[in-house]
Nanobody
């Protein structure tokens, strides 16, 4: 079992920045893929960014503005969000997909609100 706990959400003005953090505990591995997804009101949950041992992927809507990184020693993944827009407002969920079986684990989410 893996537990994921997010932090770092909040209210920010358009053009501002936030940094999300996610700490994994339990049976996680540096070979697992970690990432961030988001769900805006009335919309389905969608990919923001993922990071594995060999690749990094971003949704087109965040390329050039968001940066994902991870600290394998501390079982953590981060999302640096710059130049935030109102359309980035959503609940952001941390995700881990195990390398062995492809099992997905989710955090409870952290709310990011971009508004003036």
């Amino acid at each position: 079992q893996v537990q994921l706990v997010e932090s770092g959400g909040g209210l920010v003005q358009p053009g501002g920045s936030l940094r999300l953090s996610c700490k994994a505990s339990g049976m996680s591995s540096s070979m697992d893929t970690m990432g961030w997804y988001r769900q805006a009101p009335g919309q389905q949950r969608g990919l923001v960014a993922t990071i594995s041992s060999s690749s990094i992927n971003y949704a087109d809507s965040v390329k050039g503005r968001f940066t994902i990184s991870r600290d394998n020693a501390n079982n953590a993944v981060y999302l640096q969000m710059n130049s935030l827009k109102p359309e980035d407002t959503a609940v952001y969920y941390c995700n881990l997909k195990t390398w062995a079986y492809g099992t997905h684990y989710w955090g409870k989410g952290t709310l990011v609100t971009v508004s003036s």
